[in-house]
């Protein structure tokens, strides 16, 4: 009986969060941006609403969960 490695699925959560770009690096949204708008200003809502990137320590853990991409 031989022993196989487990077939490698796409974590559908993390795959809903998160995008990957051409080279290869992982887009997010920002945090802060679902309630209390009304005392935010309109350049902190403005910025809210752009993605940013993944933190170079968190990205190795987010490509894990994104086998495919």
């Known amino acids: 009986m031989s022993r196989r490695a487990g077939k490698a699925?796409?974590?559908k959560?993390?795959?809903k969060r998160?995008?990957?770009t051409g080279s290869g690096k992982?887009?997010?949204r920002k945090k802060g941006?679902?309630?209390?708008m009304r005392r935010k200003n309109a350049k902190r809502k403005r910025a809210l609403g752009q993605s940013c990137l993944v933190s170079d320590a968190d990205e190795p853990m987010v490509k894990r969960n994104l086998p495919f991409s």
């Not at 941006?33 to 209390?36: T, V």
């Open 13 to 15: 959560a993390v795959s």
């Open 18 to 20: 998160f995008k990957v």
């Open 33 to 36: 941006a679902r309630h209390l």
């Open 9 to 11: 699925k796409t974590r």
């Open 26 to 28: 992982i887009l997010r």
